[in-house]
């Protein structure tokens, strides 16, 4: 079949609260593009809420939706699942049993940032590879221990993919046009929107060689990092860490202090934190299993250093810091002696 004798594809694309506006639009570009392009109709979507009307995205703004049942009598061939902060309050009946009847009749069933938690907890990612935004791939790992999972941009597994989000979306969009309509329209597409190069699909989201602004970081301080994020639940001594990375102490902490204004040691402890708080804040495992997870020995001890980096205890931040956008970051970016906003 010829691309000029191909259906029109029907994509859906469910967003629910706090969904991230701008990778959304993004996804989309690359088909709205095509069309205009060949001056055809390769392409037609809908974007769907499971109650329809005005829905919020993380930025502050939003965007008008069908409702599920506004579409039941369509069989979308793409449909998209597209979330950002706290999936889990949304995967409600209604949602989940509708994604299910869309992949019993065989439509490709994609998410975007985590979306994969939704497409999971409909029982869409059993025996597949997905992908979601490296802030959420603890809590994904956590949750879903049997569903392979990947720091890579992108994951295609037959007719589940994924997407970490972000300006990604925009490639993500490119990688599907090009397996539905080839290199020409694909190519042309990524002109036409000044997209450079599109990468791989096996692309990492944080490639180690990579620094957005060009500062990069010296070798031995990466593979420290490396060793760190490796030895979270049973942390290493900064000692031994060195030892690995034959570099002496001294020099460790003179590089950290040079290119991360900070020691090894604090800085070890920051990230252990960090993968606590993804934890507390996206899942429901119990406080003292966090601390264990993070390589804190006590849960007291665990409680005031979380306290500390986040300004809150891991009790209330669980039950406060599952927020959007900018009322979430508050606590990593306040300023000594600035309250926080009631």
């Known amino acids: 079949m010829t691309p000029s004798s191909e259906p029109t594809i029907l994509i859906c694309i ?11 639009s993004a996804f989309i570009d690359a088909f709205r593009v095509a069309n205009y392009i060949d001056g055809k109709t390769h392409f037609r979507w809908d974007f769907v809420s499971e109650s329809g009307g005005l829905c919020p995205a993380s930025n502050g703004t939003g965007i008008e939706t069908l409702s599920i049942k506004d579409i039941s009598g369509k069989d979308p061939d793409i449909v998209l699942v597209s979330s950002s902060w706290t999936p889990e309050d949304y995967a409600s009946r209604t949602l989940l049993n509708a994604l299910r009847g869309w992949a019993r009749k065989g439509a490709t069933m994609a998410a975007l940032d985590t979306g994969a938690f939704i497409l999971a907890e409909a029982g869409l990612l059993d025996g597949k590879n997905t992908t979601v935004h490296y802030e ?50 694909a190519n042309a597409a990524a002109r036409y929107i000044f997209h450079p190069k599109l990468r791989h699909k096996s692309a990492q989201q944080l490639p180690e060689e990579r620094e957005p602004l060009g500062s990069k970081v010296p ?28 570099i002496s102490q001294r020099q460790l902490d003179r590089l950290f ?17 960090d993968r606590a708080r993804a ?12 601390a264990f997870a993070c390589g804190f020995s006590n849960s007291v001890h665990f409680s005031r250093a979380y306290k500390t980096r986040f300004g809150v205890p891991p009790s209330k931040d669980r039950l406060e810091g599952r927020a959007p956008f900018d009322f979430r970051a508050w606590p990593m970016q306040k300023p000594m002696g600035i309250e926080r906003r009631k």
Do not use: W
């Not at 469910?14 to 959304?24: K, Q, R």
């Not at 221990?145 to 994951?155: A, D, H, Q, W, Y």
């Not at 934890?279 to 966090?290: A, F, G, H, K, N």
């Open 219 to 246: 070798a031995k301080v990466r593979s420290a990092i490396k060793l760190m994020e490796q030895n979270l639940e049973e942390p290493i001594s900064i000692p031994e860490l060195c030892a690995q990375i034959d």
């Open 136 to 185: 959420h791939i603890d809590a994904f790992q956590e949750l879903y221990p049997g569903i392979g999972l990947s720091e890579n941009l992108f994951v295609f597994d037959g007719n589940r993919v994924s997407c970490c989000g972000g300006t990604a979306s925009t490639e993500f969009g490119l990688h599907l046009l090009l397996g539905i309509h080839g290199s020409a329209l």
């Open 279 to 290: 934890l507390v804040t996206q899942t429901e495992i119990p406080i003292s299993e966090v």
């Open 14 to 24: 469910v967003v629910v609260p706090n969904f991230n506006l701008a990778a959304t």
């Open 257 to 273: 202090a040079q290119y991360l204004r900070k020691p090894p040691k604090l800085y070890y402890r920051d990230i252990r934190l």
